[in-house]
């Protein structure tokens, strides 16, 4: 099926935003976007451009100042479903260390579950399931604090997942990490786009914007681009004005082919950005 085909499970409608006591100044302007249910949506966009606005609008931690963000059908707006689109649309945030609040693993994996009034046996049976899913079953027992960057941010990802919402939105949850970390959180988001998740992320790093079903690429406040990663890629000159930075292994691809020589097989998957 095609992913335009299936569920909208967010639809921003005509959204635009400012902050209060900044004189009305546009922050997203005229946004149309629906994210489709089993969709990899990523938000590409350098750094104030809106993307961690756009998704914070989108579980309702900030309500448009024009237009309507639903989420399955729920008006974000509306203070008496907000308890439900929270349920819906779980938050990932950039540093997991704001994120995790308890004791042990398997308590933080529990937290959310708890507040939602969730039966013990239930919370039980998807502690197991989430733990095993996301290869956690062996730091239960951990101290949050005490794990590395990429595994506090499994935890955190963890954690949101087990309330089991229809979305995943993820305000640049690699960008306090280290290498390692990232290839660690990347895989799962891509693990999780593979299990048929819906997940949008936002970063300003290309290379995480390989995998998506979709790229919107923002820029001062407005979608100047919504397609797929090849189409996004083959504007190198347009990306790199706009403040983007190429990830150097497609630099290198457009080096070696601009000489006439071949590009080798290892980078294959960027040569065709350029
Ligand atoms: P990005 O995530 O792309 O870096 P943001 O959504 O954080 O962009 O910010 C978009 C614009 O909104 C920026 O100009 C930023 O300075 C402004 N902004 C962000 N948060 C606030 C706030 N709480 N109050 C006023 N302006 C804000």
């Known amino acids: 099926m095609r992913v335009s085909n299936r569920k909208k499970v967010i639809c921003l409608q005509g959204v635009s935003y400012s902050y209060p006591g900044t004189n009305n100044r546009i922050v997203l302007d005229n946004i149309n976007l629906d994210v489709h249910a089993g969709e990899m949506l990523v938000l590409l966009g350098p750094n104030g451009s809106g993307k961690s606005t756009l998704a914070r609008l989108m579980n309702g931690l900030l309500a448009p100042s024009c237009g309507q963000v639903l989420v399955d059908g729920l008006n974000t707006a509306d203070d008496t479903s907000l308890w439900q689109v929270r349920k819906k649309v779980g938050m990932v945030f950039q540093n997991p260390d704001n994120q995790l609040v308890a004791a042990t693993v398997e308590e933080e994996l529990a937290f959310g579950m708890e507040n939602l009034g969730f039966p013990p046996e239930e919370m039980m049976k998807r502690i197991r399931e989430i733990s095993a899913r996301m290869q956690l079953d062996e730091l239960l027992n951990f101290p949050p604090h005490r794990l590395s960057g990429g595994q506090k941010q499994r935890v955190a990802i963890a954690s949101v997942l087990a309330i089991e919402p229809q979305a995943l939105v993820l ?69 790199q004005e706009i403040g983007l930075e190429i990830p150097p292994a497609a630099e290198l691809a457009r080096r070696i082919r601009g000489k006439g020589l071949v590009v080798p097989q290892d980078l294959y998957h960027v040569a065709d950005w350029v």
């Open 171 to 239: 305000d640049e949850p690699t960008s306090m990490l280290d290498p390692a970390g990232r290839r660690e959180v990347i895989s799962e988001l891509n693990r999780l786009k593979q299990s048929g998740k819906t997940v949008v992320l936002v970063t300003h790093d290309m290379t995480e914007a390989i995998t998506a079903d979709r790229i919107v690429v923002l820029v001062q406040g407005k979608a100047a681009f919504m397609g797929p990663p090849r189409e996004c890629f083959s504007r190198v000159a347009w990306l």
